[in-house]
C-alpha cells in the first residue's frame, strides 16, 4: 500500500475494550528524505531534535531498511528491518530512518487494557522497547489488512479492527521472555531515593504505572501481602498523604501534562489519565488548582 494514515473516531464504547486503535498508517521513506513525513496532527507530530511524549501506546513496525531509535529508558540503539518498536504514553522517544537507507515503516496507535496487563505482568517494558518479530511476512499482511478496512469504512471504529490489533500484538510479542521489569520508568524520580520502605515503594510504583485504567487501593492490596490499614498508615508515614490522595495526584500530573503538551479533547485527555470522565477531572481541578481544565490548559507555558 503508497503511503497512508489515518486517525480513527473514538468513543466511550471504544474505550472499554480490551484492545483499541486510535490511528494506523504506513510510509515508505526514500534514502535521504526527510522524516517524519508532514501532515500529521501536533499530539503526533515530532521533530528529531525535541522528540515527543505521547499519550498512548503506539507500534512501529520496520518492514524495510533501518534506523535509530532513542527513549527516555533507552540510549540511542540501532533499529532494522523485522523489528518493532513499542511506544509507551507519557514516555519520551525519538526515532527516524538512516540517511543512507530509508525504511518502509507500519505503525497503529492503540491503548486499552490488554497493553496496560501487559506491562504490569512485565511482558512488555519501556527499557526493552524494541523487539525481533519471528513472523514478519505475517505481521506485514496483518498491518495491511487493518489498513484496507480502514480505507473501506473511513468513519468506523469496530471491534473487527480490534480482533486484527490483537493479532499484530500476538506477533509483536510472541517471543518476549517472561520476566519481571525491575523498575518503574513512570515513578517520579524524586520517590526513588527518598522512600526507603519497600511496601511503600511497591505502592506508588504501582499507582504510577496503572492509574492509567481503572485502578484504586484494592488493586495494590492484590499484589502486596499487607492490609488496608497498615498500608495506609506506612503510606502516610512516609508521604504525609493516604495513598487515594497519591492515585489522585499521579491522575492530575498526567491530566496536567495533557493538557500543556497536546491538542486533544478534554474528554479524552480525562480517559487518557485514569478519570472515568471529564467531570470527574474538573472537579478535581477546582478542588486542587482552583481553576478549570480548559482554564488551566490556556495558561499553562506551552512546552
Known sequence: MDNFF??????????????????????????GQSYPPPGHPLVYDFKWE??????????????????IFESKDLQQI????????????????????????????????WNGERLYWLLRKGL??????????????????AFERI??????????????????????????????????IQKDAALPSQYVDSVDN???????????????????INDILQAIPITRRTLERQFSKALGRSVGTEI??????????????TALPIKQIAMAAGFTNSDWMSRVFRRELKISPGQYRISAPQK
Open 6 to 31: 489515518t486517525y480513527l473516531p473514538i468513543s466511550e464504547n471504544n474505550m472499554r475494550w480490551e484492545l483499541y486503535l486510535t490511528g494506523v498508517g504506513t510510509a515508505t521513506i526514500s534514502a
Open 50 to 67: 525535541n522528540g515527543r511524549v505521547l499519550p498512548e501506546y503506539q507500534i512501529l513496525f520496520i518492514a524495510e531498511g533501518e534506523g
Open 78 to 109: 540501532h533499529v532494522t528491518q523485522n523489528n518493532v518498536i513499542l511506544l509507551f504514553p507519557g514516555q519520551w522517544h525519538r526515532y527516524k530512518p538512516l540517511n543512507n537507507s530509508g525504511w518502509k515503516e507500519y505503525w497503529l496507535s
Open 124 to 141: 512488555i517494558a519501556p527499557n526493552a522497547a524494541v523487539l525481533d518479530v519471528k513472523k514478519p511476512q505475517q505481521m506485514a499482511v
Open 147 to 180: 489498513l484496507e478496512h480502514v480505507q473501506l469504512h473511513p468513519a468506523q471504529n469496530s471491534n473487527v479492527l480490534s480482533a486484527y490489533a490483537m493479532e499484530v500484538l500476538t506477533l509483536a510479542i510472541e517471543n518476549i521472555q517472561t520476566s519481571p
Open 198 to 216: 519497600p511496601l511503600v515503594f511497591k505502592a506508588l510504583q504501582m499507582i504510577w504505572n496503572q492509574s492509567y485504567r481503572n485502578f484504586n
Open 248 to 261: 489522585t495526584r499521579c491522575r492530575l500530573e498526567r491530566a496536567k501534562h495533557l493538557l500543556t503538551n
